[in-house]
């Protein structure tokens, strides 16, 4: 809901508000940054700012309610799941990190800052790409949505019900665009990865993520590919 309502208020051109929105998903920093990032980067400034600022009046308002030693246990729980030490239930982190993991790579060839690190730049490059895809401004409600997923394949952890979350881009395709023909994605193979993220709580077997990639890959190819109106053999 929070995603859909921060794309919706974006969809508006409202960007304070859906900022606003979206840090409420300050509890999740595995993925608030990835949409952060991407959205500065794709030039969306008024978000980025209202969001950075929202997430730190959340954090606060948290310290004064909790305390500081409610946090720092918080972050440091935070800090096993980005590490993948789900010891009860490996099952539970459905990223490539775990995929790889599962496979028998060594953990010295997948450390975790490597992950972090790609957490955080594949976001922002993406987003400048997205900024210059063509010469209309692109639909920032797809950036968001994009984001999200984007943030999802490359973050070091991801629970299984986290597949959710690139959902609401099915509702995107009724979005009016500014290309000349609105692409198309296959939109079955965010569910199948979903169906196998949550079949991996208990096979303990991260099969999803390589469906959400290769949905991710064929969506982003369609966005690039599409036509702006000013360049459509028939325009409207």
Not at 1 to 8: D, E, Q, R, V
Request: charged share 5%; hydrophobic share 55%; with cysteine.
């Amino acid at each position: 809901m929070i995603l859909c309502a921060s794309g919706l208020a974006l969809h508006l051109d409202r960007p304070g508000l859906a900022g606003f929105i979206y840090a409420l998903l300050f509890y999740k920093p595995q993925l608030l940054p990835a949409a952060a990032l991407f959205l500065l980067a794709a030039g969306q400034f008024r978000f980025f700012f209202m969001l950075a600022a929202s997430a730190t009046a959340w954090l606060a308002v948290g310290l004064l309610l909790c305390g500081a030693q409610a946090h720092l246990a918080w972050l440091q729980s935070l800090q096993n799941m980005m590490a993948g030490l789900q010891y009860l239930q490996p099952g539970l982190n459905q990223s490539w990190k775990a995929l790889l993991e599962s496979a028998g790579l060594p953990a010295a060839m997948l450390p975790s800052p490597l992950f972090s690190s790609l957490s955080l730049m594949v976001p922002f490059l993406a987003g400048l790409r997205w900024r210059h895809r063509h010469s209309s401004p692109p639909c920032p409600a797809r950036g968001l949505f994009l984001a999200m997923a984007i943030g999802l394949v490359v973050s070091p952890y991801v629970a299984h019900y986290d597949f959710l979350l690139v959902l609401p881009w099915i509702f995107t395709q009724r979005i009016p665009n500014d290309c000349h023909s609105a692409p198309t994605s296959p939109f079955l193979l965010p569910w199948a990865g979903a169906a196998l993220a949550f079949a991996g709580v208990y096979s303990g077997l991260p099969l999803g993520m390589p469906l959400l990639t290769l949905w991710l890959a064929l969506t982003w190819r369609a966005e690039f590919r599409c036509l702006p109106l000013s360049q459509a053999p028939f325009p409207p």
